[in-house]
């Protein structure tokens, strides 16, 4: 705020203009200033009411905004714009909302729950018939997946439109270069060790994307062999851990972006990524670790002194038994979780003892997100 800004107290329910905006007295007494060129570029008329997309557009502007009068009127700050035949009216407590530098309130910004081995009886638990018809229990479903990072949705019919249904309750499939649904079952001559009966590691998937997806879908369509225990962890709980009793190592993962891989004969995909992603409040968001997929790391081979070590050491933490649950997927079954921080991996199976069939596909987070505000906030536009 300027100097002139200040110059002078604002008395309750009134305005005063300044060189570059308007003060105003806010209802709860407080004296706000507001900048002209914000003020006018959030007119209420700058924004199309069907389209929800502002219209008015400040860049063709030929003179800076300037107010010619303000007062408050019935509860709104009403300014008249020098040089233009329109009136501006806002009301105070909208004003009172942007008084302070801080983000729009967000309902999807939730606090995460950290879980661990232990959790697998209190995972949110979704009938699928139920997220078809009750936006509700939809709203429920993917608070869930923002809060703790996955869910089981129960009673899933067994055919591929089932997850074609599901996804579309939150958003729209994300396509990788896998395509947009794969079928984790043995193949004869796998591109992946999750199509063989092989153990597979600890990982977050496709990491070698630049943003790899948010959201993956793991349908059980069957599950009759012997062995393949599903393994699962959250990597927030692993994380928050380290930061605790690492600090330097933390600060190692969370800065330093490795390259990650996958090549075969008509793809080469290449990216960098922090093992240990941070949110903007600097809260762990999430993971991307894949020790099969980790290029070679080609940082100096300096700094991989204390960078293999803190690697190395935040490995051998995500195997202990405290954090990684262990259970058997059921037919029927799909497990939804975040893909960015729910680490998962499977023991090792007889694939001639039975069938095993998991058909699954990718969202987005950031649909995700926005399908749980349009469900639980009012719109602006409204």
Not at 345 to 365: E, T, V
């Amino acid at each position: 705020m300027t100097s002139a800004a200040l110059a002078t107290p604002v008395p309750a329910n009134s305005a005063r203009i300044t060189p570059t905006g308007v003060c105003v007295s806010l209802p709860d007494g407080r004296e706000a200033y507001f900048n002209a060129y914000w003020l006018r570029d959030n007119c209420p008329t700058s924004f199309d009411r069907q389209t929800r997309e502002r219209v008015f557009d400040i860049f063709h502007a030929s003179a800076a905004p300037r107010a010619a009068s303000a007062h408050v009127h019935d509860g709104a700050l009403e300014v008249v714009w020098a040089g233009e035949n329109h009136t501006s009216r806002y009301p105070l407590d909208w004003l009172a909302s942007y008084a302070a530098p801080k983000p729009r309130h967000d309902p999807a910004d939730l606090p995460r729950h950290a879980w661990y081995a232990d959790h697998f009886a209190d995972l949110g638990r979704f009938a699928f018939a139920d997220l078809m018809n009750d936006p509700a229990r939809v709203a429920a479903w993917l608070r869930a997946l923002i809060v703790e990072g996955m869910a089981i949705v129960t009673d899933m019919p067994d055919n591929d439109d089932a997850l074609v249904q599901l996804v579309a309750k939150m958003g729209h499939v994300r396509p990788t270069f896998f395509g947009q649904y794969f079928d984790v079952l043995t193949h004869a001559v796998p591109t992946n060790l999750a199509y063989t009966a092989k153990a597979l590691e600890l990982h977050t998937d496709t990491p070698a994307e630049d943003l790899a997806p948010g959201i993956q879908f793991l349908h059980c369509r069957a599950n009759t062999t012997t062995g393949g225990e599903s393994l699962f962890l959250d990597g927030v709980a692993v994380a928050n851990d380290f930061r605790v009793s690492n600090p330097e190592q933390f600060r190692l993962l969370s800065e330093t972006a490795i390259p990650f891989y996958c090549e075969h004969d008509d793809y080469d995909m290449r990216s960098r990524q922090t093992v240990i992603e941070l949110d903007a409040h600097g809260e762990v968001a999430g993971l991307t670790i894949s020790q099969h997929m980790a290029d070679v790391f080609d940082l100096p081979q300096q700094f991989l002194d204390a960078y293999y070590p803190a690697f190395c050491a935040f490995g051998r933490l995500l195997q202990d038994p405290k954090y990684v649950m262990r259970f058997r997927m059921n037919a029927g079954e799909c497990l939804v979780f975040d893909n960015h921080r729910v680490v998962h991996g499977r023991a090792a199976y007889d694939a001639a003892s039975g069938a095993r069939h998991l058909h699954g596909c990718y969202a987005d987070r950031g649909e995700m997100r926005s399908r749980y505000r349009a469900l639980v906030s009012e719109s602006r536009f409204k």
